[in-house]
């Protein structure tokens, strides 16, 4: 079994930053592509930001230049680095991890119970 969990969301004015951390643990055999996932009021669930296995990264158009996905493959742990957020940045973001838990096994995505994120003045 694997257990990802979100944390680094609250409350930050317009301009401001804030580092998503996602962390997954258990019967991990390998982690595979990552991404960060977002749901705003209303909305529906979009893609916010991607890194495939071989570290590529890719983002909605909407968050270019301000949001970078990384990883710590020590860690098991996914970051995203949000600046320059804006009130439409404002949902719940989750993490979705690809992974194995045995050798040769098919990647299983993995998700998150998000983390709130409020940019307002």
């Known amino acids: 079994q694997v257990q990802v969990v979100e944390s680094g969301g609250g409350l930050v004015q317009p301009g401001g930053s804030l580092r998503l951390s996602c962390v997954a643990s258990?019967?991990?055999?390998?982690?595979?592509?990552i991404r960060w996932h977002r749901q705003g009021p209303g909305k529906q669930r979009e893609l916010v930001a991607g890194?495939?296995?071989?570290?590529?990264?890719n983002y909605l158009d909407s968050v270019k230049g301000r949001f970078t996905i990384s990883r710590d493959n020590a860690k098991n742990t996914v970051y995203l680095q949000m600046n320059s957020l804006k009130p439409e940045d404002t949902a719940v973001y989750y993490c979705?991890?690809?992974?194995?838990?045995?050798?040769?096994?098919?990647?299983?995505?993995?998700w998150g119970q998000g983390t709130q994120v409020t940019v307002s003045s």
């Open positions: 979705a991890v690809d992974a194995t838990t045995g050798y040769g096994l098919v990647p299983y995505e993995y």
């Open positions: 258990g019967s991990i055999f390998s982690i595979y592509a």
């Open positions: 890194l495939t296995s071989g570290g590529t990264p």
